[in-house]
């Protein structure tokens, strides 16, 4: 109901004193919740860098057993290829 009166003066008064309390002030009030977030930030350093090394070894672990894995299919691909002209060579006639 109080929003369809028009704001009276003391109103208007009391309101601009508010807002110039908060232009005045707002560095003062910022202040503590950009220490706690800065404060934050640094206790969480440590474990964000755990994180990345442990991202980061895994990704290290998962290439050398990649590379093991082809290596390993490699040797059997040229161990079979072996057999099969070994055995071509077994089986053609001799002239």
Do not use: F
Not at 10 to 21: D, G, R, T, V, W
Not at 61 to 79: L, R
């Amino acid at each position: 109901m109080s929003s369809l009166l028009p704001a009276s003066e003391k109103e208007k008064q009391l309101a601009q004193q508010a807002e110039s309390a908060v232009k005045e002030h707002k560095d003062t009030l910022l202040e503590p919740a950009k220490q706690a977030a800065q404060d934050i930030g640094e206790q969480l350093k440590p474990a964000a860098q755990d994180a990345m090394e442990s991202v980061k070894a895994t990704a290290q672990d998962a290439a050398a057993t990649v590379t093991d894995e082809g290596k390993s299919a490699a040797a059997d691909v040229q161990g079979q290829a072996q057999q099969s002209k070994d055995k071509v060579q077994s089986q053609a006639p001799t002239s």
